[in-house]
């Protein structure tokens, strides 16, 4: 079954709202989630890397201010974009470290900008 | 820089056939570990594969089966017997970093396949 979950599963919302993605690990703790990104037909591109208890890792060219991070418990990661305009509308991906070296997939969750 | 490269966009075979999904892959690490994971249509990641660098022994599962060569570096996978339900689009992934607490992922463009009944 699904070790990792996403919610909601698929957002609408109007440009100028924010939105608040949210990453569970279900049976295991995770010290580490990682936020990903992925266009149509299009490989996935890690924004973020979360750390339980500390503020988290970007990547190069992805905006702190406009993606924010915080994984407040050992089960819990939050991506929250802010002020979402219709560029932002993507397939957002979490994942999580059930081992020293597997990272374990949600489901995604689609948000479309109007 | 580390680096995954899967040149078939698109793959379409008929059902029952076999097929082979390509990856290769850059680094310049002696420890890394290598992935496949299958997307279906409805969005979720499902792992299939993780192989240290270290163990280059072929694996079978079930109607996967999966060749690390070492020498070319490759790691291409295949499926034996297709279904319709292999439809998806498989991706090869590189870390470099297998220690805990920051394990980067690089996906390689991912492979489109299309089992037709």
């Known amino acids: 079954g699904a070790v990792v979950s996403q919610h909601p599963s698929r957002v609408i919302c109007k440009s100028g709202t924010s939105v608040k993605i949210e990453c569970r690990s279900l049976?295991?703790?995770?010290?580490?989630m990682f936020w990903y990104r992925q266009f149509p037909k299009k490989s996935l591109m890690l924004m973020a890397t979360?750390?339980?208890?500390?503020?988290?890792?970007?990547e190069q060219g992805v905006e702190k201010d406009k993606f924010l991070i915080n994984h407040a418990s050992l089960t819990l990661s939050t991506l929250t974009v802010t002020s979402a305009h219709p560029e932002d509308s993507s397939f957002y991906i979490c994942?999580?470290?059930?081992?020293?070296?597997?990272?374990?997939f949600g489901p995604g969750t689609r948000l479309l900008v109007l | 820089a580390q680096k995954v490269t899967q040149a078939q966009t698109e793959i379409s075979v008929v059902e029952k056939e076999d097929v082979t999904l390509d990856c290769v892959y850059e680094?310049?690490?002696?420890?890394?570990?290598l992935f496949w994971y299958k997307q279906p249509p409805s969005g979720e990641l499902v792992f299939l594969i993780r192989?240290?660098?270290?163990?280059?022994q072929n694996e079978i599962s079930g109607r996967y089966s999966w060749n690390f060569q070492k020498s070319t570096s490759s790691f291409n996978f295949t499926i034996t017997a297709s279904q319709v339900v292999d439809s998806a689009v498989y991706f090869c992934?590189?870390?470099?970093?297998?220690?805990?607490?920051?394990?980067?992922?690089?996906f390689g463009t991912g492979t489109r396949l299309t089992i037709i009944p």
């Open positions: 994942s999580a470290m059930r081992t020293q070296e597997t990272q374990y």
């Open positions: 049976d295991f703790q995770a010290t580490t």
């Open positions: 979360s750390n339980e208890g500390s503020k988290a890792t970007y």
């Open positions: 680094t310049r690490d002696t420890t890394y570990y």
């Open positions: 192989r240290n660098s270290f163990d280059e």
């Open positions: 992934a590189l870390s470099e970093d297998p220690n805990f607490g920051n394990e980067k992922l690089t």
